[in-house]
């Protein structure tokens, strides 16, 4: 099973980023932290890197469900998109939740539901990514 999910598109990351936020916003996902690691670094260690965001992305709804299920599922949570500069275009990259959840010995229950929510995310990034032409890689 592959672990993550890609897409590329053209533009800057910054642009990815705002497509991808109202992408997920329009399937009920919020933003629970958006890091900056080009900018974190560059503040606390003067270090360069291409720009590299880190989105942790949850809904409610999903997060409700998922722990009511198992508590264990929050070891899990929020998703993670991450959308970089690559030689190839800005790249965004989602760690499959049915991925994710493997170790903690998923439920029948709880496969639906990552895979329910893996669902909406790859349509968002998808969409996210159609800003620009887009391509698929597995």
Request: charged share 25%; proline share 7%; glycine share 8%.
């Amino acid at each position: 099973m592959e672990y993550a999910v890609h897409r590329t598109s053209e533009g800057t990351v910054d642009e990815a980023v705002q497509r991808l936020g109202a992408e997920l916003a329009g399937r009920g996902f919020g933003i629970l932290a958006d890091l900056r690691v080009d900018r974190i670094l560059r503040e606390k260690a003067g270090a360069e890197i291409a720009p590299l965001a880190i989105r942790d992305v949850c809904s409610p709804r999903f997060a409700h469900r998922a722990l009511a299920s198992d508590p264990a599922a929050a070891l899990v949570l929020p998703c993670k998109i991450v959308v970089a500069l690559q030689a190839s275009g800005v790249r965004l990259s989602l760690v499959r939740p049915t991925a994710a959840i493997a170790p903690v010995g998923p439920s029948a229950d709880m496969r639906a539901l990552a895979e329910e929510a893996e669902s909406l995310l790859r349509a968002a990034l998808d969409a996210a990514a159609a800003g620009g032409p887009a391509r698929v890689s597995p």
